[in-house]
T-cell receptor
Framework: AQKITQTQPGMFVQEKEAVTLDCTYDTSDPSYGLFWYKQPSSGEMIFLIYQGSYDQQNATEGRYSLNFQKARKSANLVISASQLGDSAMYFCAMREGRTGNQFYFGTGTSLTVIP | ETGVTQTPRHLVMGMTNKKSLKCEQHLGHNAMYWYKQSAKKPLELMFVYSLEERVENNSVPSRFSPECPNSSHLFLHLHTLQPEDSALYLC??????????????FGPGTRLTVT
């Protein structure tokens, strides 16, 4: 089974609007971390935000927030006030506590911000 | 130099060539990783090193040979590659492996084309 599922291959958003990128995960490990990365066309993966399985509150980093619904095993990324520079691929990833070696990535969502 | 650097950024090689990819991290991290990124596929973790010891080898063909001489440097030696090995090869580092919240920092990648 897929560890990380991103069901939106491509998304469009108007500049200055908010957008939600979906991510669901599959694990039986009670301790895990969820990450979102941005990959512009230049190729480099840029870390955006982290959510731990034991965190009580949703993570926020500037315009990025993570909508963490543990019971549904979802960790959606919300980008507020979209900017043209937000156009990129976005990857959801998970690291489990018991197998710290492995980082599981989804297939990504391509976001295009329309002026 | 800061963060994670990779050289070369682009590489074209024939199937009979031998080449090496280099990665260097300037973050004082203890773990380093090699990933392969092909179009429309999740990132594939190839190798993981922790304190210069290989801790993960995800069924990677022997034509890929990693080397980690110290915790700051990671190499990927390539020989007799196949056209399907053409991809973006990403190097990453993290503080360690023993905490799920250790995010990975990525280099810009090497775009490899096998002819």
């Amino acid at each position: 089974a897929q560890k990380i599922t991103q069901t939106q291959p491509g998304m469009f958003v108007q500049e200055k609007e908010a957008v939600t990128l979906d991510c669901t995960y599959d694990t039986s490990d009670p301790s895990y971390g969820l990450f979102w990365y941005k990959q512009p066309s230049s190729g480099e993966m840029i870390f955006l935000i982290y959510q731990g399985s034991y965190d009580q509150q949703n993570a926020t980093e500037g315009r990025y927030s993570l909508n963490f619904q543990k019971a549904r095993k979802s960790a959606n990324l919300v980008i507020s006030a979209s900017q043209l520079g937000d156009s990129a691929m976005y990857f959801c990833a998970m690291r489990e506590g018991r197998t710290g070696n492995q980082f599981y990535f989804g297939t990504g969502t391509s976001l295009t911000v329309i002026p | 130099e800061t963060g994670v650097t990779q050289t070369p950024r682009h590489l074209v090689m024939g199937m009979t060539n031998k080449k090496s990819l280099k990665c260097e991290q300037h973050l004082g991290h203890n773990a380093m990783y090699w990933y392969k990124q092909s179009a429309k596929k999740p990132l594939e973790l190839m190798f993981v090193y922790s304190l210069e010891e290989r801790v993960e080898n995800n069924s990677v063909p022997s034509r890929f040979s990693p080397e980690c001489p110290n915790s700051s440097h990671l190499f990927l030696h390539l020989h007799t590659l196949q056209p399907e090995d053409s991809a973006l090869y990403l190097c990453a580092s993290s503080q360690g492996l023993d905490r799920p919240y250790y995010e990975q920092y990525f280099g810009p990648g090497t775009r490899l084309t096998v002819t």
